[in-house]
């Protein structure tokens, strides 16, 4: 009897043709580990070949001439060299139902890619004797009726695990939305078929999953998210380059700082912290995104007060921000963040020099600080209490904010490596998917 052969199949967003946000990354580490995961299933008698499946960035047309902006070929050819070119990861392309980039997900484009991953993973099983799917997001979330599907009508044993990314709780009830339809199918899947876990990213996700459609903690996964401990943003700068890079980008020098990060759509609460750091003079704001947003840029201008918009900064730039003697916080304060790290980073990269996270009590913010121990939370997700929560970081003396930065510093390098709870979570789900097929099966021929 030979080896088996386990096909783990990842279904994305981005991570290759296109790489925005905190998804990418994830993906991209999940494969630099691949060399590490391999003897958690050869321990089960099988050999492991890695599949990514993309949903490619929309074209469309902008203007008078067609694009297709989601598209970054500069990261596609470094996506490409690093993990395709030696023939150990297959790519799979998926077309994206909508028809531009800038156009929301609706119920129909759910079922699309399902019903195209279901396909995808038909592709994958011809070269395997089992697949292990894994998927994040909403958007994939029938993803998993197709695939058991298929599984069903051509004998193929597969197993399948939803990462938790969208909240499918949340105040505003959001039940009109095509993805709360689309996580609702995955709810009653993980609930009555065996096939079919949760693999929960933070604890307030996974306690959202068994509220709203009664998951029994038994067919839930550990798959906390985390950070490449050793990755080289968090190296140190010289002081002297870390003040020419910021001297270069106008910010004053003479000035304490408090900065924010991400995506600058308005849910990550952009625009409250310009709204509470005007409120606190002492204090200069600093925001940097990927890329431009002129609903931002805008809010910014209406306000009249002083602080810096930048875009397109790399790692190194942040890295000099929070490693900068004068920045006293970052703040983060996203409405419904689900397994946040770049609180997490801003503490690496700071080292433990005396800069302060600050967060809302919303989302899984709440499970990743200690309030007054290793982070400040603000009472309420409002201008003026986010205000009032930079106001005492100001009122700290220097030997406090370092304490509390230490604090979060080692807090985050015992929880929060991602390769330690990567292979935790990986050996999690092959064990389930060799209790639920069985025994590994005799090669096909």
């Given at each position: 009897?030979?080896?088996?052969?386990?096909?783990?199949?990842?279904?994305?967003?981005?991570?290759?043709?296109?790489?925005?946000?905190?998804?990418?990354?994830?993906?991209?580490?999940?494969?630099?580990?691949?060399?590490?995961?391999?003897?958690?299933?050869?321990?089960?008698?099988?050999?492991?070949?890695?599949?990514?499946?993309?949903?490619?960035?929309?074209?469309?047309?902008?203007?008078?001439?067609?694009?297709?902006?989601?598209?970054?070929?500069?990261?596609?050819?470094?996506?490409?060299?690093?993990?395709?070119?030696?023939?150990?990861?297959?790519?799979?392309?998926?077309?994206?139902?909508?028809?531009?980039?800038?156009?929301?997900?609706?119920?129909?484009?759910?079922?699309?890619?399902?019903?195209?991953?279901?396909?995808?993973?038909?592709?994958?099983?011809?070269?395997?004797?089992s697949v292990l799917v894994i998927s994040g997001m909403s958007m994939f979330a029938m993803a998993a009726r197709f695939v058991v599907r298929a599984?069903?009508?051509?004998?193929?044993?597969?197993?399948?695990?939803?990462?938790t990314h969208n909240p499918v709780l949340n105040a505003g009830g959001d039940a009109e939305l095509p993805e709360t339809y689309a996580d609702s199918?995955?709810?009653?899947?993980?609930?009555?078929?065996?096939?079919?876990?949760?693999?929960?990213?933070?604890?307030?996700?996974?306690?959202?999953?068994?509220?709203?459609?009664?998951?029994?903690?038994?067919?839930?996964?550990?798959?906390?998210?985390?950070?490449?401990?050793d990755a080289p943003k968090f190296d140190r700068i010289d002081p002297a380059e870390v003040e020419a890079i910021l001297r270069s980008l106008g910010?004053?020098?003479?000035?304490?700082?408090?900065?924010?990060?991400?995506?600058?759509?308005?849910?990550?609460?952009?625009?409250?912290?310009?709204?509470?750091?005007?409120?606190?003079?002492?204090?200069?704001?600093?925001?940097?995104?990927?890329?431009?947003?002129?609903?931002?840029?805008?809010?910014?201008?209406?306000?009249?007060?002083?602080?810096?918009?930048?875009?397109?900064?790399?790692?190194?730039?942040?890295?000099?921000?929070?490693?900068?003697?004068?920045?006293?916080?970052?703040?983060?304060?996203?409405?419904?963040?689900?397994?946040?790290?770049?609180?997490?980073?801003?503490?690496?990269?700071?080292?433990?020099?005396?800069?302060?996270?600050?967060?809302?009590?919303?989302?899984?913010?709440?499970?990743?600080?200690?309030?007054?121990?290793?982070?400040?939370?603000?009472?309420?997700?409002?201008?003026?209490?986010?205000?009032?929560?930079?106001?005492?970081?100001?009122?700290?003396?220097?030997?406090?904010?370092?304490?509390?930065?230490?604090?979060?510093?080692?807090?985050?390098?015992?929880?929060?490596?991602?390769?330690?709870?990567?292979?935790?979570?990986?050996?999690?789900?092959?064990?389930?998917?060799?209790?639920?097929?069985?025994?590994?099966?005799?090669?096909?021929?």
């Amino acid at each position: 009897m030979g080896e088996h052969r386990l096909a783990v199949l990842i279904f994305t967003n981005e991570g290759f043709r296109q790489v925005d946000g905190g998804v990418a990354r994830v993906v991209q580490d999940i494969l630099d580990l691949r060399a590490e995961a391999a003897p958690i299933a050869h321990a089960k008698g099988a050999r492991v070949r890695w599949h990514v499946a993309e949903r490619a960035s929309s074209a469309g047309y902008e203007g008078d001439r067609w694009a297709n902006s989601g598209y970054d070929s500069d990261r596609w050819a470094h996506a490409e060299q690093r993990w395709l070119r030696d023939g150990d990861v297959r790519y799979h392309r998926m077309a994206d139902p909508r028809a531009h980039l800038w156009e929301m997900d609706h119920f129909e484009h759910c079922v699309a890619l399902g019903a195209a991953g279901g396909q995808v993973m038909l592709s994958v099983a011809e070269e395997a004797d089992s697949v292990l799917v894994i998927s994040g997001m909403s958007m994939f979330a029938m993803a998993a009726r197709f695939v058991v599907r298929a599984a069903d009508q051509f004998q193929i044993p597969a197993t399948y695990v939803h990462l938790t990314h969208n909240p499918v709780l949340n105040a505003g009830g959001d039940a009109e939305l095509p993805e709360t339809y689309a996580d609702s199918v995955l709810g009653h899947l993980a609930r009555h078929d065996e096939r079919v876990t949760i693999g929960w990213e933070s604890e307030w996700m996974r306690d959202q999953y068994q509220q709203v459609y009664g998951i029994p903690d038994h067919k839930t996964l550990f798959a906390y998210n985390g950070i490449p401990l050793d990755a080289p943003k968090f190296d140190r700068i010289d002081p002297a380059e870390v003040e020419a890079i910021l001297r270069s980008l106008g910010v004053p020098l003479d000035r304490d700082l408090v900065i924010s990060w991400g995506r600058g759509i308005r849910e990550k609460g952009f625009e409250l912290f310009l709204d509470a750091a005007k409120e606190v003079p002492e204090v200069f704001p600093v925001v940097l995104n990927r890329r431009s947003y002129p609903a931002l840029q805008e809010h910014h201008r209406s306000l009249g007060s002083p602080g810096l918009l930048l875009s397109g900064q790399d790692d190194r730039v942040l890295a000099a921000f929070c490693q900068w003697p004068r920045t006293l916080a970052a703040a983060f304060l996203s409405e419904r963040e689900s397994a946040s790290t770049t609180g997490n980073e801003a503490t690496l990269m700071n080292g433990g020099a005396g800069l302060v996270v600050v967060g809302v009590p919303a989302g899984v913010y709440p499970e990743l600080i200690d309030d007054g121990v290793d982070g400040v939370m603000a009472d309420e997700r409002t201008a003026g209490a986010v205000a009032e929560a930079l106001r005492s970081v100001v009122a700290m003396r220097p030997a406090e904010r370092v304490r509390m930065s230490a604090a979060a510093l080692e807090r985050t390098r015992r929880t929060r490596d991602y390769r330690t709870n990567w292979l935790r979570s990986f050996t999690e789900m092959v064990d389930r998917h060799f209790t639920v097929i069985g025994r590994p099966a005799e090669p096909r021929a």
